[in-house]
């Protein structure tokens, strides 16, 4: 038995494992995957506190290790489902349940795909939702990112950096990234935009051999290498939506409080109703929901 399970490593769930274990209580974090999340993703990360100009892999490293050093335990198991039972909560995750007393969902979210003929086909096959993971396999050929976010930006001069061109192709004129990104974009003559532009059908046999896009004057076709979707995110709560209430949109209804409709379940980061999703967001709601979850449990045995 737990005092608190945290699902998910991302720098939500890390945080909260810090504060957790600070406070004395037994702490298990479960991940399916990587710990780090999107943060993964990110070839240079300027705006966390601290730590300037670093990768979010060595970032997420850093966290990784200090969680594992105040005491939690990593469990690398993907959780398939959270019941409630008596005043606990069974986690199960693969073939194995496990027993907490609080639970705290740090989930975040995934990239959202285009919909688009081809994409799903291709996928790992020139298809990439993550430019510094699959970026080197296309060196020194043309490829395209999606989007116009800072994830869309960031993953076009990262890829400038090994592409002869890159097609930064968006469906409006404007961009919804960071001022200093953008006028980074503007100056990169390896990048060329497609404003009010979309992917109409990414095309290929075995790989991906182009993309058809739609333009202001037609559809056009562009032999490519690889596209790389950057079109945003979306929740990943479909196995807690017996558990706790879901907003519109499938993010956890949660403030900034970290609290759910299920007592004894807290939510952070990307996971919840959140206006933005950054990493120290996602670290400070951590932080939160360990706090909020100490509370919990004091009350509980008092």
């Known amino acids: 038995m737990y005092d608190i399970a945290i699902i998910g490593a991302g720098p939500a769930g890390m945080s909260a494992a810090v504060y957790a274990c600070r406070a004395g209580l037994s702490t298990a974090v479960f991940e399916g995957e990587f ?43 993907r959780v398939g489902k959270i019941e409630k039972n008596g005043g606990n909560f069974t986690i199960s995750a693969g073939k194995k349940s496990f027993e907490s007393r609080a639970v705290i969902l740090a989930t975040g979210a995934k990239r959202r795909h285009l919909g688009v003929p081809g994409e799903e086909r291709l996928l790992h096959r020139g298809v990439s939702f993550c430019a510094v993971c699959d970026g080197s396999f296309f060196k020194g050929r043309e490829v395209a990112v999606v989007g116009g976010g800072n994830t869309a930006l960031e993953d076009a001069l990262y890829l400038a950096g090994i592409c002869p061109r890159v097609w930064l192709i968006h469906r409006r004129d404007s961009f919804r990234a960071q001022a200093h990104l953008v006028e980074r974009v503007k100056n990169e003559p390896k990048i060329e935009f497609l404003p009010f532009s979309t992917v109409v059908e990414v095309r290929g046999e075995d790989k991906v051999s182009g993309i058809l896009v739609g333009t202001p ?83 509980k045995r008092a």
């Not at 076709?221 to 479909?238: K, M, Q």
Request: hydrophobic share 45%.
């Open 35 to 77: 710990c780090g999340g999107q943060m993964l993703l990110t070839p240079e990360i300027e705006n966390y506190p601290g730590a300037p100009k670093t990768s979010g892999a060595a970032l997420a490293e850093r966290m990784r290790r200090q969680m594992l050093d105040l005491g939690a335990e990593l469990i690398e198991r």
């Open 217 to 299: 004057s037609g559809e056009r076709e562009i032999p490519l290498a690889a596209v790389f979707v950057a079109v945003g995110l979306v929740a990943d709560n479909a196995a807690f939506a017996d558990l706790v209430a879901l907003d519109d949109s499938g993010y956890i209804a949660a403030g900034a409080d970290t609290l759910t409709s299920q007592p004894g379940v807290f939510a952070a980061g990307d996971t919840r109703t959140t206006p933005l999703r950054q990493i120290v967001t996602a670290a400070a709601d951590g932080a939160a929901a360990a706090t909020a979850a100490e509370q919990y449990l004091r009350q």
